[in-house]
C-alpha cells in the first residue's frame, strides 16, 4: 500500500518509543523513508531498540528525557528542531497503567499515570507546537489513547482519566492550531500484546485465553496493523484528517471495552489479592 518514500523528508519524536507499540511505530516510519527521533527514560531501553534495528538505525536519534519534566522536554524539542529541519511530526506513545481497585487507588498511584500520560503529552504537544508556530511551518500530531477513552473502564481509573484528558487536548487543538496548518489526531488501539504493559495486564495464560474468546475477531492486534495506522495519518495521504480518533480494535468497545470483564472472572477479594501480587517490588 505504501512506497518506501511515503515518509521521505520528515523528521517525527516517538514518545516510549524504545518497545511496545512505540518501537512498532519507530521502525514501520524508517521503513518508509523517515528519519526518527525517540525518547525514554532509560538509556538502556533506548540502545536496545536501536540495536534491533539494525540498517534502519542510520535514521534514528535517542534522548534519555522524562516527559513528565516539562523543562527537559522543551531542551529535548528544541535540540531535536536544530539538528533535523524537517521535524514536523510528533506521537504522543509515552504511557503508564496498572490494575487497581479504585478504593484501594494511592494518591502517587493516580498521579504518576496522569503525569506520564496527560502531563507528558501536553508538554511535549506545547512545546513541539510552539515550535512549529514560530516557525511558521505545518505539523502533525498523533496521540495514543485507548478503546475505553469514552467509556471508561473499571480498575484502570488513572488511565481512563489520563486518556480521556489526551482525547480532549486532541479535539481541542485540532480546532485551535489549524490556523496554523498543524493537525491533531489520536488512535485508539484495543488489545495489542507488548512485553510491558501486557505483563502489567494480563497476569496469566487463562486470563489472556478468556480475553481473547470474549473479542469479537477472536484475537489479539497485531502491532504492524497499528503502525501502518500511524503512518497513514501521519503522512500527506490525510491532509484533511484532524481532530479524529480512529479505533482500531476489531470491534472490541462495541461489545465492551476496557477490563470490565474482571469483574466476572473471580470475587472481589481474590481479584484484588492478584492486583497486589502484580505489583512490581519496591
Same mark, same amino acid.
Given at each position: 500500500m505504501y512506497q518506501d518514500n511515503t515518509l521521505s523528508g520528515k523528521h517525527i519524536?516517538?514518545?516510549?518509543?524504545?518497545? &511496545?507499540?512505540?518501537?512498532?511505530?519507530?521502525?514501520?516510519?524508517?521503513?518508509?523513508?523517515?528519519?526518527?527521533?525517540?525518547?525514554g527514560r532509560t538509556d538502556?531501553?533506548?540502545?536496545?531498540?536501536?540495536?534491533?534495528? &539494525?540498517?534502519?538505525?542510520?535514521?534514528?536519534?535517542?534522548?534519555?528525557?522524562?516527559?513528565?519534566?516539562?523543562?527537559?522536554?522543551?531542551?529535548?524539542?528544541?535540540?531535536?528542531?536544530?539538528?533535523?529541519?524537517?521535524?514536523?511530526? @510528533?506521537?504522543?506513545?509515552?504511557?503508564?497503567n496498572f490494575?487497581?481497585?479504585?478504593?484501594d487507588l494511592s494518591p502517587n498511584g493516580f498521579?504518576?499515570?496522569?503525569?506520564?500520560?496527560l502531563h507528558g503529552t501536553?508538554?511535549?504537544?506545547?512545546?513541539?507546537?510552539?515550535?512549529?508556530i514560530d516557525e511558521k511551518k505545518p505539523g502533525n500530531i498523533l496521540n495514543i489513547v485507548t478503546t475505553y477513552t469514552e467509556t471508561g473502564s473499571a480498575f484502570v481509573l488513572p488511565s481512563a482519566c489520563s486518556k480521556a484528558g489526551v482525547y480532549a487536548l486532541t479535539t481541542s487543538l485540532a480546532l485551535?492550531?489549524?490556523?496554523y496548518g498543524i493537525r491533531v489526531n489520536c488512535v485508539a488501539p484495543g488489545p495489542f500484546p507488548t512485553e510491558g504493559a501486557w505483563g502489567r495486564l494480563?497476569?496469566?495464560?487463562?486470563?489472556?485465553?478468556?480475553y481473547k474468546s470474549i473479542l469479537p475477531t477472536k484475537r489479539f492486534g497485531d502491532k504492524e496493523e497499528l503502525a501502518n495506522l500511524a503512518v497513514f495519518l501521519m503522512s500527506d495521504l490525510a491532509?484533511?484528517?484532524?481532530?479524529?480518533?480512529?479505533?482500531?480494535? &476489531?470491534?472490541?468497545? @462495541?461489545?465492551?471495552?476496557?477490563?470490565?470483564? @474482571?469483574?466476572?472472572?473471580?470475587?472481589?477479594?481474590?481479584?484484588?489479592?492478584?492486583?497486589?501480587?502484580m505489583r512490581p517490588a519496591k
Amino acid at each position: 500500500m505504501y512506497q518506501d518514500n511515503t515518509l521521505s523528508g520528515k523528521h517525527i519524536l516517538v514518545t516510549g518509543g524504545g518497545s &511496545g507499540i512505540g518501537f512498532a511505530i519507530t521502525k514501520r516510519f524508517l521503513e518508509l523513508g523517515a528519519t526518527v527521533s525517540i525518547c525514554g527514560r532509560t538509556d538502556k531501553k533506548l540502545e536496545r531498540a536501536k540495536e534491533s534495528l &539494525g540498517e534502519l538505525s542510520s535514521g534514528l536519534s535517542t534522548f534519555q528525557c522524562d516527559v513528565r519534566e516539562h523543562e527537559a522536554v522543551g531542551e529535548m524539542i528544541e535540540k531535536i528542531s536544530k539538528d533535523h529541519s524537517g521535524f514536523c511530526g @510528533l506521537v504522543n506513545n509515552a504511557a503508564g497503567n496498572f490494575y487497581c481497585a479504585s478504593e484501594d487507588l494511592s494518591p502517587n498511584g493516580f498521579r504518576t499515570v496522569v503525569d506520564i500520560v496527560l502531563h507528558g503529552t501536553f508538554n511535549c504537544t506545547q512545546h513541539f507546537g510552539k515550535r512549529l508556530i514560530d516557525e511558521k511551518k505545518p505539523g502533525n500530531i498523533l496521540n495514543i489513547v485507548t478503546t475505553y477513552t469514552e467509556t471508561g473502564s473499571a480498575f484502570v481509573l488513572p488511565s481512563a482519566c489520563s486518556k480521556a484528558g489526551v482525547y480532549a487536548l486532541t479535539t481541542s487543538l485540532a480546532l485551535e492550531w489549524a490556523t496554523y496548518g498543524i493537525r491533531v489526531n489520536c488512535v485508539a488501539p484495543g488489545p495489542f500484546p507488548t512485553e510491558g504493559a501486557w505483563g502489567r495486564l494480563i497476569p496469566d495464560e487463562n486470563v489472556e485465553e478468556m480475553y481473547k474468546s470474549i473479542l469479537p475477531t477472536k484475537r489479539f492486534g497485531d502491532k504492524e496493523e497499528l503502525a501502518n495506522l500511524a503512518v497513514f495519518l501521519m503522512s500527506d495521504l490525510a491532509p484533511y484528517i484532524t481532530g479524529e480518533c480512529v479505533a482500531i480494535d &476489531g470491534a472490541e468497545r @462495541l461489545r465492551g471495552s476496557g477490563f470490565n470483564f @474482571l469483574n466476572d472472572l473471580m470475587p472481589r477479594e481474590q481479584l484484588k489479592g492478584i492486583f497486589q501480587a502484580m505489583r512490581p517490588a519496591k
